[in-house]
């Protein structure tokens, strides 16, 4: 079990809890694994059909593929870390957690790193 303090309240992780947040991302990364392999199939295969409309909508599918690689990218990177923020190697808490599965930081540190901008 994972016990941390936020403020004056304690927060736990129990097993059951992570077990549900790593399905989670599990479920999320197979549902951005399945998009990119549909957007790479609805891609034009040849230079005949790059009309305009053909071009705006190969245009799309890169940014829905981008968008879709940088997701499975901070959902693989939340499955590997899980429970420990990136600055200060602390748990995250299970309400940011929960909120925000993939999430690399707690909330202190998500602050301070929001601060600085």
């Known amino acids: 079990m994972v016990n941390q303090i936020t403020g004056d309240r304690r927060t736990t992780l129990s097993p059951e809890d992570l077990a ?17 392999q549909q957007l790479a199939a609805a891609a034009p295969r040849t230079k005949a059909l790059l009309d305009r409309q053909a071009a705006s909508q190969t245009e799309v ?23 420990s923020c990136r600055r200060c190697h602390r748990p995250v808490d299970r309400e940011r957690l929960t909120i925000v599965p993939p ?10 790193k929001e601060a600085r901008r």
């Not at 549900?20 to 990119?36: D, T």
């Open 103 to 112: 999430a690399r930081y707690c909330a202190r540190c998500r602050q301070v």
């Open 61 to 83: 599918c890169v940014k829905l593929a981008t968008s879709a690689r940088m997701v499975l990218a901070d959902v693989e990177a939340a499955l590997t870390r899980m429970d």
């Open 20 to 36: 549900a947040l790593r399905e989670n991302l599990h479920e999320q990364r197979l549902f951005r694994q399945e998009q990119l």
